[in-house]
Structures are given as structure tokens and as C-alpha cells.
């Protein structure tokens, strides 16, 4: 910042728009979301700044009519990747040269790209590629990329802006720069601002990405690709392949200027990636910085004093938004006997009066579909299972139909084993396990809700005693990144809610705060004396 210290415009989180009946954001969606499922979209890599075609295919089709295609994508050849990574860092010396505004000033025009003309097509993408419905993909593609943005800039800001003390006679000074090489940022299905952020934050700081997209959000990610070309992101700065992810990953982490890893997806895919940077730490110019969030097993329980209803919502919201495919989704609770049977009778009460799962154009419809027929598959076989079960019941929903879409209902079990499998296993789709305890033993409780899961992502307790949620707050301090007092496990906010986990669930970086964006540079000290000594001799030689 050679000619100024510059103020960047307050960070403020986007309206959310309520797309209600006759409403124009509800109109426009809806035409671009026809035009998208009517039309075929042919979506390229995107290396150097310019679209590249293998010819090598695959269609795309909405995980709620999955025989229906809406476009194909292409996937990278070996030799793709090495493309990529050459272009990346050809990039590098000029984008990690320019002036700090300068960035700034893409995404922060990025965001408004989002906000006006791009944000029908982004939403009505994520609609066709996850099968969000209108309200999860206005919350997600919309404006918590937007968010992430916005708030990423004035986080930088403030980064830069940190400077040491300096004793008389000298001026210390602190320069952020880039990681010495590429990023290679790897993101999920679930959440197209996800998506857009993990290579952007990283570029925000300097850095050049090499960017995977997950094969399921392909469609969402080239309106991406498409606003950050409009807001004048220069060739070469994020470079974005398609395919195959072993391969993709081995070319990589086998690079010696990979410098570090920006990752949204499985727990299991996570520790096999540090496995392999540990066995390549050989070849490296510099250490990886390796920053992940991976799985969840999110947790509820309500003391005997919470409110049922209250407590019933939370359940709902928490379990079956966007069917569950979130990494914070509610999935094991723990109810007190006393008030179980009611808080019970109104999450099967709002269960069943959801429409059957459906497509996310029928803005009626609460529940669409899993991502795609692995995820149906694997969530069928619990259904199935608990039905036979001794310990454990199905209390509502429990069918399931991929004849036209990867539909499957919401799902209520309730075990007498707090040990039972769907307490334990990560599930990710729209099935929630609850567990009565006695009240009387609600410390003991808490002790089960801390020992029960490998993960440590969200948490949530529900309580009318002050002195329980303290309690409570302190006994699950290590087994939820993210904890709620009587609220959801779910739905952090930029700029509010910094999110992440620890345990099995991730390296806890907080995505959507400046401690994530620290991570994309390397700090480097600068000490100036004015009056430099001329004798090495001290006083006490006296």
C-alpha cells in the first residue's frame, strides 16, 4: 500500500430475500432456474483464463430428477493439471505484487455481482445442482458468499493494518505475504458459498489456487468461474479443474511448490490427504499449511426445564434443512423423559405435515432430494436397519423413492441404546436419532454427549436454568467448535458466528473470520535502524 492507508467500505451482511408468492426475486428465479433446466449447459475447466475442453464428458442431472440432463462438464487429463499448476504460478509474481486494494476491489465488486445481476443464476444453480430449496439457496449461494467476501476484506484490512511497537531509534514492521507457491483448495457439494470462498479467501491474500470443485456442484461452481471473470479476477490467479479427485490430488501434493491445502469434505479424505503431504514433506520448497473442516456428528440436548416446542423446532430446523446435508445438521439428541413425549409429538407433527420430498421449483416443498444414489443408498440401509432393530424405533417418516429423484423422508428414530449406530455414525441426509434420558441424570448425560462422537463440529443445548447451561457449556467445551444456547446447531453467520471444529471434525481455522485468512500468508518482519553502531563493544566491557 505505497500511496495510502485505506479505509475499505464496512463489511455488512446481505439482506436475505423472502422470495414469497408474487414477490419479483421469486419471479426471476424461477425463469432463470426454467431456462437452466430447458437448456444444456457445456461447462469448461477454466486454466490460464481460458476455457478448456477435453471432450472427455459427464452429464449433469438434478439429484431431484435425475434422469433429466441439464449439461455436461469436462474432466482434466494429467496433463490439465499440470497446466494449471504452470499457470498458477506464472500468475503468482504479478498478483502477489499488486497492491493490496487492488484485490480487495475484485471481490468486494464480486460480491455485488452476487447481490444484483448474478444472484438469480446463482441461486437457480444451486437449486438444479443440490436440489436446495429457494430459502437455502438464497441463504448459501447468495448471501453467505456474498458475506464471506465482503467480510474477507475488511478482515484483510485489519490484518495488514497490525503492526508491532518499535523502540527508539528503529521502525519494526510487519509485510503479510503470499505462501510461496500454489493453494490447492478442494470443496464440497453442500455449499456453493463454500465453494466460492475457499479459493477466494486464499486469492484474497495473495495466492495463486488451484481449484477441485466436488463433481456434484459443478453447475454452481461455473456461475462462480463466470462473476469472478466479471469482477476483472486476472488470469491465472484461480485455475479450476473437473474429475477425477485421486488423480487430480496426486499431481498436486507431488508438486514441490504445493503450499498448502484449503479443504471442505469427508473426515476419512481429509486424514488421507495430511498422510500424503506428510509422506511428500520431503519435496516441498516450504511446510504446507493444511486447513480442513470434515465431518459432524451435531448434537441437541434439552434439560428438563427447556421449552418443548422450542426445543421440537430446533430438532426440525436443525435435522432436516437442506435434508440434513449439512456439516452442522442436528443428527443425535438427548431429550429428559419428563418432557420427551410432547417435544416428540410436535417433531412428529411438523414431520408429517411437510409436502412429500420434491423438486425445489415447487417453492411449497420444504424437502427435496440427497445429493445423488451413493447418499440414498447408504441411508436406506440405516432406515432398514433401525426398522429391525430391537433398541431402536422409527417414530416418524422412514420411506424412501429414487424411481425419479434421490427423495427420502425425514426420518425420526428413537433408540434406548445411546450407543446405537445412527448416534454414532456421521449419516448426512435427513435422518435424526433421539435418546430419552432420565432426568435426574442430566450431568451424566452431558459426559455421553462429550464421549460419544469422534467429532467436535456443532453443539446446542436447550435450557430454562441458567445454571444448566452453565454447566453445560463447560462440561461440552471440547466436543462443538460451534455451540448454541437455545437455538440450533446450525446457520452461522459471517462476521457473527466464525465456523469450524476441532476433533475428527477439522483443524478449527474459523472460515468467515481473519484467523482463516492468516493462514494464507507467511509473516515477515522487517527491523530498520536509523543510527547503526559502528563498535561492537558494550558498556559492561568497561
Not at 426471476?28 to 457445456?42: C, I, M, R
Not at 514441490?256 to 488421507?272: C, L
Not at 420411506?399 to 428414530?413: A, L, M, Q, R, W
Request: one cysteine or more.
Amino acid at each position: 500500500m505505497g500511496k495510502g492507508f485505506f479505509q475499505v467500505p464496512t463489511a455488512y451482511n446481505e439482506p436475505i430475500k423472502s422470495y414469497a408468492p408474487g414477490s419479483p426475486e421469486r419471479e426471476e428465479v424461477l425463469k432463470q432456474y426454467s431456462a437452466y433446466f430447458n437448456g444444456h449447459t457445456d461447462v469448461a475447466m477454466y486454466i490460464g483464463g481460458k476455457d478448456v475442453k477435453t471432450g472427455n464428458t459427464k452429464p449433469i442431472s438434478p439429484p431431484h430428477d435425475h434422469k433429466h440432463i441439464v449439461g455436461q462438464y469436462h474432466t482434466a487429463k494429467k496433463e490439465d493439471v499440470t497446466h494449471a499448476i504452470a499457470n498458477a504460478l506464472e500468475a503468482r509474481e504479478h498478483w502477489a505484487n499488486l497492491e493490496w486494494e487492488q484485490r480487495a476491489a475484485i471481490f468486494l465488486k464480486a460480491a455485488e455481482l452476487i447481490s444484483g445481476p448474478y444472484r438469480a443464476k446463482i441461486n437457480a444453480a444451486t437449486m438444479i445442482a443440490q436440489s436446495k430449496n429457494i430459502h437455502q439457496a438464497e441463504i448459501d449461494a447468495a448471501c453467505e458468499l456474498i458475506d464471506f467476501l465482503r467480510f474477507n476484506v475488511e478482515y484483510m484490512s485489519q490484518i495488514y493494518e497490525e503492526q508491532p511497537d518499535s523502540a527508539e531509534g528503529i521502525w519494526n514492521r510487519v509485510e503479510y505475504r503470499p505462501l510461496e507457491g500454489f493453494i490447492y483448495a478442494i470443496t464440497p457439494f453442500n455449499f456453493t458459498a463454500i465453494a466460492g470462498n475457499l479459493p477466494a479467501s486464499a486469492a484474497m491474500m495473495g495466492n495463486v489456487v488451484l481449484w477441485k470443485p466436488s463433481d456434484s456442484q459443478v453447475f454452481s461452481a461455473k456461475v462462480i468461474v463466470d462473476i469472478f471473470k466479471e469482477a476483472g479476477l486476472p488470469d491465472g490467479v484461480i485455475n479450476v479443474v473437473y474429475g477425477d479427485p485421486v488423480m487430480i490430488t496426486k499431481e498436486a501434493l507431488s508438486s514441490p511448490d504445493f503450499a498448502g491445502i484449503h479443504y471442505t469434505g469427508s473426515t476419512h479424505v481429509f486424514k488421507e490427504l495430511w498422510k500424503q503431504i506428510g509422506n511428500n514433506i520431503h519435496i516441498y520448497k516450504t511446510y504446507p499449511r493444511i486447513v480442513g473442516e470434515t465431518g459432524g456428528k451435531d448434537f441437541i440436548i434439552a434439560h428438563p426445564t427447556a421449552n418443548p416446542k422450542q426445543v421440537a423446532t430446533a430438532i426440525v430446523r436443525g435435522a432436516f434443512e437442506f435434508q440434513g446435508q449439512k456439516c452442522s445438521a442436528a443428527s443425535r439428541v438427548y431429550l429428559p423423559k419428563s418432557i420427551s413425549k410432547e417435544i416428540l409429538d410436535f417433531v412428529k407433527s411438523d414431520v408429517e405435515s411437510f409436502n412429500k420430498p420434491g423438486s425445489p421449483e415447487d417453492m411449497s416443498n420444504f424437502i427435496t432430494a440427497v445429493i445423488h444414489e451413493g447418499s440414498f443408498d447408504k441411508l436406506a440401509k440405516y432406515i432398514d436397519q433401525a426398522r429391525k432393530n430391537k433398541n431402536a424405533e422409527i417414530y416418524a417418516g422412514g420411506n424412501y423413492d429414487k424411481s425419479k429423484g434421490y427423495f427420502v423422508e425425514p426420518t425420526v428414530i428413537v433408540t434406548t441404546d445411546p450407543k446405537y449406530t445412527t448416534m454414532e455414525t456421521e449419516l448426512f441426509g435427513p435422518v435424526v436419532t433421539i435418546y430419552v434420558y432420565e432426568d435426574k441424570d442430566w450431568s451424566k448425560t452431558l459426559k455421553l454427549v462429550d464421549s460419544t462422537s469422534e467429532y467436535a463440529l456443532t453443539g446446542a443445548v436447550l435450557s430454562g436454568d441458567r445454571y444448566a447451561i452453565a454447566e453445560a457449556t463447560k462440561a461440552l467445551q471440547n466436543c462443538a467448535g460451534n455451540f448454541y444456547i437455545n437455538d440450533k446447531p446450525t446457520g452461522a453467520v459471517v462476521g457473527q458466528q466464525p465456523f469450524g471444529g476441532a476433533r475428527a471434525s477439522g483443524t478449527n481455522d474459523k472460515a468467515g473470520s481473519a484467523q482463516n485468512l492468516l493462514r494464507w500468508v507467511s509473516p515477515r518482519l522487517i527491523k530498520e535502524t536509523f543510527v547503526t553502531p559502528v563498535d561492537y563493544r558494550y558498556p559492561f566491557l568497561g
